[in-house]
């Protein structure tokens, strides 16, 4: 799935985060967006992944343009074809690691309503076997980064948008999350990432760069 931003701006309370951004984010890549913090890069992921509309410019998706999409159609895009790894983990404290990865509060019932098989290839991929009925309010702030990836890998999305995705995270994991997003790419997803990692950006196959001058 391509996005692409065409002559992008954004601007809150009147004051410009970004202006003028051309980019094309391809399928079986992973595209980074660095910069100095302040510079946009969250606020261009997410208006990449139409979650904010540019105050300016537009965003195709596969070459449709998405400006006039309203709620009901960026539900669809979200639900059919994207998985947002967020900065604040986006996990449900209340609910164990495999609600948290499959959606499904049947899976340990009585109903098996989700796919064992796949949840614990994703768990075993980021490196949280065998802790399918812990609580997540139990994990640390690293591995709930962990459990955020394993829910976008479980989700099997065509593009995976990734906010600070290796933050919080030791060496060794660290790697294991890169090495993930490089391998979804390379099995044909497009893979966004804003990043101040400069390993994570290292690996990545595009770099845009925001704030520069």
Known sequence: MRIVAENVGVAIDGRTIFDGVHLECASGAVTALVGRSGAGK???LNVLGLLLPPTRGRVLVDGVDTTGWGPRQRQRFWRDHAAFILQDYG???EESVAFNVTMTASLF???VAGDRERMAAVLEATGLRGRERELAARLSGGEKRRLAIARALYKDAAVIFADEPTASLDGKNRERVIDLLVSLA?????VVVATHDEAMAR???FQYSLGTS
């Open 42 to 44: 969250t606020t261009l």
């Open 109 to 111: 019932g009585a109903r």
């Open 203 to 205: 690996a990545a196959d």
């Open 186 to 190: 390379r099995q044909g997803r497009t």
């Open 91 to 93: 996990v449900i404290d």
